[in-house]
């Protein structure tokens, strides 16, 4: 079990109920079985050799597990036990507790800071010594019971029992480092998986480059709304009308607890423009074990579906098709104007050859009749 180092926290003293919780519990939920372990954030000037680890006591629960999981029906009750043992090399004191599980905004399980209260399965978990004291190298195990209330609604629930120390700085800031396992339960009844795909949208960004294809940044939210604990595998892709050049991307996905929601963000590349993008978000769920072998049959996989779409315009090629055709239209245009100015100049040279004709005409009159040619009046 790995090491947890102080860390500060600028919480101050009077805060208690609302301690930072540097150490958060990180409790995998890529497995059923996966163990927890403690986070740490590095801070050279308080490095000590303070250590202790946790694990799940061997039981009638089980041998050898890397964390707790149960299946109870309301009312029902399981006896367990935690190990703790102090790697230091002084004694330390500790407290027990058990708390809530949620899931982050990255979909990372934690549980609830010391201080804050539980309503659910936290709650319904009893340490037998919420308090000890540990010398150097000594292991206790620590007795609990989980206890489920006769009206607690079926379904899957998470929470973690942990083992933590408050640090009191030299400025009166208190620091909670806490190291512990998973809880799993699942509640008998009817199980009743459900996950919507919402808040899809679709942004297209093109470049200058006509031949190259944009990128495509592909937003959406699951929401499990059922009552078990979901692992999706999620597919998303985009494409133009009638399908056309589809680029796809396969997605991991956190595991879901009930209730919870999780915002995801997926990149494509190579996106061509074709006018119209549509994204299609589709998310195949699978109910997960609590991670105890059980005969009882999970729910079908489940299929969900969202989409959205946005405009992928072809600016490059938008623009060089206006240049082309202002090109275009400027020759024609040229061309007419240019037989324009010739037949003017033609009918010009035509009104001006006849202008001259015309003038020529009026300026002469009749011809004149030659002397001695006119007849005499009264001549034989």
Do not use: C
């Not at 055709?325 to 010009?348: P, T």
Request: glycine share 8%; hydrophobic share 45%; net charge negative.
């Amino acid at each position: 079990m790995s090491q947890a180092p102080l860390s500060p926290s600028p919480l101050p003293r009077r805060h208690r109920g609302f301690l930072a919780v540097v150490f958060g519990l990180l409790l995998a939920l890529t497995a059923p079985g996966a163990a927890a372990f403690a986070q740490t954030t590095a801070d050279p000037s308080y490095e000590t050799t303070v250590s202790w680890s946790v694990r799940p006591a061997d039981t009638a629960q089980g041998t050898g597990r890397p964390n707790f999981a149960y299946e109870l029906n309301p009312g029902g009750t399981a006896g367990d036990a935690l190990i703790v043992t102090n790697r230091s090399v002084d004694p330390i004191d500790l407290g027990i507790y058990a708390a809530d599980g949620f899931l982050t905004a990255d979909g990372t399980l934690d549980i609830l800071a010391g201080g804050e209260p539980s309503t659910e399965l936290g709650s319904w978990v009893d340490i037998d010594v919420p308090q000890l004291t540990l010398a150097s190298g000594q292991a206790v195990e620590i007795p609990f019971t989980v206890a489920v209330p006769a009206d607690a609604a079926p379904g899957d629930y998470a929470a973690g029992v942990v083992a933590s120390m408050l640090v009191t700085g030299d400025d009166g800031t208190i620091t909670e480092r806490r190291l512990g396992s998973r809880i799993n339960l699942r509640v008998l009844g009817d199980l009743v998986p459900a996950l919507s795909v919402t808040n899809v949208s679709v942004d297209y960004h093109g470049t200058p480059n006509p031949i190259a294809g944009g990128a495509a940044t592909v937003t959406y939210t699951l929401v499990n709304d059922g009552n078990t604990r979901l692992s999706p595998d999620v597919n998303v892709s985009v494409a133009g009308p009638f399908g056309w050049a589809p680029v796809t991307a396969a997605e991991e996905v956190p595991d879901l607890l009930p209730r919870s929601s999780i915002e995801r963000t997926v990149e494509l590349a190579s996106v061509p423009p074709l006018a119209l993008l549509t994204a299609e978000v589709t998310a195949t769920s699978t109910v997960v074990s609590p991670g105890i072998t059980t005969d009882a049959a999970l729910p079908e996989p489940l299929v969900s579906n969202g989409s959205a779409a946005t405009a992928a315009v072809p600016w490059t090629v938008l623009a060089i098709l206006l240049v082309i055709a202002a090109l275009i239209y400027w020759r024609i245009r040229a061309h007419k104007s240019a037989k324009v100015q010739q037949q003017r100049a033609i009918d010009d040279a035509v009104a001006a050859a006849k202008a001259e004709l015309a003038a020529a005409e009026t300026t002469d009159g009749p011809a004149p009749v030659p002397a001695g040619s006119a007849a005499t009046p009264g001549s034989p």
